[in-house]
């Protein structure tokens, strides 16, 4: 069998790109950056409000037992705790809001546009531990348009990981790719690849994100390239979800992860 080749790496962006860097000083996070609420068009700000704790420097990102489902209507018992950095949606009843995940969405809770952070093209990074989930959670860092056109909805996945695709010794299955959604220009192309270092502790996640491909990247090397490129701005989605099990079997709740770092640059 014919040896594999190693992965290219990539080179870093330059200093003076850098247009996003999280502060995560704490106690609390920037509201300049991050909007804590998931998709709450679908739901209610108050429903969909984020739990987290930022001590020295790394943010985690949890989800408690406690927690109320952010939408029962429409996505079932799932708990969430998200950071996003844009939000909007049409008026109550309408059907006008990011990320239509099924068919049938009616806006609850009406968004005002909010665009804090909202990259066209250039890098986004994560620095994270996923240290905190057991197999009924999934923690992810991921982009979609802003959606002021129902076209403009694609999804770049960074990386999304599994609790049940981490093995014993912390090496795992790792998402990446872009999901088409409403947008006709892409295609789904999307993967799980294999990090066989222990994702339990810190790793960079990144895309270089340009006008004609899409290149993800772990610690530098490249593990994926896409041959297309959404043409719009983006927005984060920084988030831990949580699947609660049919009784009897039970969910090891907080499920969280550790961020070390989210930074964004811009294209050259």
Not at 5 to 13: E, G, L, Q, R
Not at 103 to 123: I, K, M
Not at 164 to 191: K, W
Not at 241 to 258: D, I, L, N, Q
Request: hydrophobic share 40%; with cysteine; glycine share 6%.
């Amino acid at each position: 069998m014919p040896a594999v080749p190693p992965a290219p790496p990539v080179p870093p962006p330059a200093p003076d790109l850098l247009e996003f860097d999280a502060d995560l000083t704490g106690p609390e996070l920037d509201l300049e950056q991050w909007i804590p609420h998931y998709l709450p068009q679908w739901s209610s700000r108050e429903r969909t409000r984020a739990r987290y704790d930022v001590v020295d420097g790394v943010l985690r990102l949890r989800v408690d037992a406690d927690q109320p489902a952010w939408s029962v209507e429409y996505d079932g018992s799932t708990q969430v705790s998200n950071l996003q950095t844009a939000v909007r949606s049409g008026p109550v009843g309408s059907g006008s809001g990011q990320h239509p995940f099924r068919e049938g969405l009616v806006v609850r809770e009406a968004q005002a546009d909010r665009r804090l952070f909202t990259p066209h093209f250039g890098r986004v990074e994560i620095v994270a531990a996923i240290d905190g989930i057991d197999e009924h959670a999934m923690a992810a860092l991921w982009m979609i348009g802003i959606e002021d056109e129902p076209q403009r909805s694609a999804e770049i996945c960074v990386f999304e990981i599994f609790g049940r695709d981490i093995a014993d010794d912390g090496s795992a299955l790792v998402g990446m790719g872009v999901h088409p959604f409403n947008d006709p220009a892409i295609t789904d192309d999307f993967e799980q690849v294999r990090l066989n270092a222990d994702v339990r502790e810190p790793h960079r996640y990144a895309v270089d994100w340009r006008p004609d491909e899409v290149v993800f990247s772990i610690d530098g090397l490249v593990r994926k390239r896409v041959a297309q490129s959404p043409q719009y701005p983006m927005q984060l989605m920084l988030n831990v979800y949580a699947f609660p099990p049919e009784a009897p079997a039970t969910a090891a709740y907080p499920e969280s992860f550790a961020v070390h770092a989210v930074r964004g640059y811009r294209a050259e």
